[in-house]
């Protein structure tokens, strides 16, 4: 996709992505990418979502979705590393909406993959969507999240994004639930080696950020705190990728 021009991008994403009108300003979203590791190979979780959503309908896609700033005010036994808050809250941003981002992601993991981010302790908020942590014991953390890639959905949408892409490994989850999230956004979870996952029906972009992914990997298997991450985004009619 890097170099490509817009037009060519929306040829490509044109069965992914219904047209929107008009310029639409992109809103903040967190996804979170889960890994584990089974042999010599890392998995990631992919979930299909429903064929009536009017963005990226019936894609494999990670667990994710628009952030909510109110999440910044759930309390966390541990907070992001200073190295990954920084990196978050780059630019324009703020400690807050990096700690926003990051429990969004967690939040959304938790209510379309039924999979909790924490430690095994009690907790308790006044917040319905996080009420499902409380009942499991599941205090939220945020100090093993790493981020890992950002995009920002080309105009010409009916939903656009800047979304944050974020990960962690299976051994950060505290609970599993047998029945998947509550919301059933997600048809179909799976675990796929990255190479399956690239090869499956996924957007255009989802594929770009796994070869990111992948990449890095190879050279830092534990995704250490603070690294560069590829920023995708379209630049005066083309597609762009700075490292930031």
């Known amino acids: 996709m890097h170099g490509s021009t817009r037009a060519e991008i929306?040829?490509?994403?044109?069965?992914?992505?219904?047209?929107?009108?008009?310029?639409?300003?992109?809103?903040?979203?967190?996804?979170?990418?889960?890994?584990?590791?089974?042999?010599?190979?890392?998995?990631?979780?992919?979930?299909?979502?429903?064929?009536?959503?009017?963005?990226?309908?019936?894609?494999?896609v990670f667990p994710g979705g628009r952030t909510d700033p109110s999440d910044s005010r759930v309390p966390v036994v541990h907070g992001l590393h200073p190295d990954e808050e920084a990196k978050l809250a780059a630019g324009r941003s703020t400690a807050a909406r990096a700690r926003a981002i990051a429990l969004s992601a967690v939040r959304e993991t938790y209510e379309e993959a039924g999979l909790m981010i924490g430690l095994r302790r009690g907790f308790s908020t006044g917040r319905p969507e996080w009420q499902g942590f409380a009942e499991h014991g599941v205090h939220p953390s945020l100090e093993t999240l790493r981020y890992v890639a950002r995009a920002i959905t080309p105009p010409g949408r009916v939903r656009r994004f800047d979304t944050r892409f974020l990960a962690a490994w299976r051994g950060d989850v505290a609970v599993e639930l047998p029945g998947g999230g509550p919301t059933q956004e997600l048809e179909e979870l799976v675990w796929l080696p990255i190479a399956d996952a690239k090869a499956a029906d996924i957007p255009a972009i989802t594929r770009s950020v796994l070869d990111s992914l992948e990449t890095r990997l190879s050279v830092d298997p534990e995704l250490a705190p603070g690294a560069s991450v590829p920023f995708f985004r379209m630049h005066r009619n083309r597609f762009i990728v700075d490292m930031c």
Do not use: Y
């Not at 929107?20 to 979930?47: F, H, K, S, Y």
């Open 10 to 60: 929306d040829k490509i994403e044109s069965a992914d992505i219904a047209r929107g009108r008009g310029p639409l300003r992109p809103r903040d979203a967190a996804t979170l990418i889960l890994l584990e590791r089974v042999g010599g190979a890392v998995r990631v979780l992919m979930g299909r979502r429903h064929r009536g959503h009017a963005f990226m309908p019936g894609k494999f």
